[in-house]
């Protein structure tokens, strides 16, 4: 069964430390991998999309890798904000962006 | 301004009331989508649209029906709410052909039926 599956489910962060979300997945064929960043009530905004191809990929401070072997890919997040937090969602899609599988979310809280 | 944009964004209904939220998005994307969002559960796809007069069931699609008439638009039909179907629900839509092209998002509709 097809599924991404993603650790922490909660993190709380101090504002400017660093820090790295976990996601794992089982999706089978691979087309690309996606994190989303959601504020609460809106709609998801997407961070990062990644082919079979890419190992890496930057969004300022956001910074994803995927292990395409293992099936893993994270983000890591550089000297955290307060505008940081918010729930990360990791998305893979199985058929060039139709069928998305979609990860529970890791939230992030970032305190000062 | 591109954006996707849904109505309403709230709504409180009772049982069995039919009901239709409506997707328009302005970038003449040709893929088009509806999600639930629900504690816990995550987004779930409902239904997708490759192109107009094209659609396709998600993971959820059961209670719902969906048509694309026009490429712009990509309403979601509740034939007979049940308390089941109050969630949070995404549109998005995005172009096809290549597989890095990202999906925009719309603001949510938050639907309850009582």
Known sequence: KNQVEQSPQSLIILEGKNCTLQCNYTVSPFSNLRWYKQDTGRGPVSLTIMTFSENTKSNGRYTATLDADTKQSSLHITASQLSDSASYICVVSSQAGTALIFGKGTTLSVSS | ?114
């Open chain 2, 1 to 114: 301004e591109a954006q996707v944009t849904q109505n309403p964004r709230y709504l409180i209904t009772v049982t069995g009331k039919k009901l239709t939220v409506t997707c328009s998005q302005n970038m003449n994307h040709e893929y088009m989508s509806w999600y639930r969002q629900d504690p816990g559960l995550g987004l779930r796809q409902i239904y997708y649209s490759m192109n107009v007069e094209v659609t396709d069931k998600g993971d959820v699609p059961e209670g719902y029906k969906v048509s694309r008439k026009e490429k712009r638009n990509f309403p979601l039909i509740l034939e007979s709410p049940s308390p089941n179907q109050t969630s949070l629900y995404f549109c998005a839509s995005s172009p096809l052909g290549r597989e890095e092209y990202e999906q925009y998002f719309g603001p949510g509709t938050r639907l309850t039926v009582t």
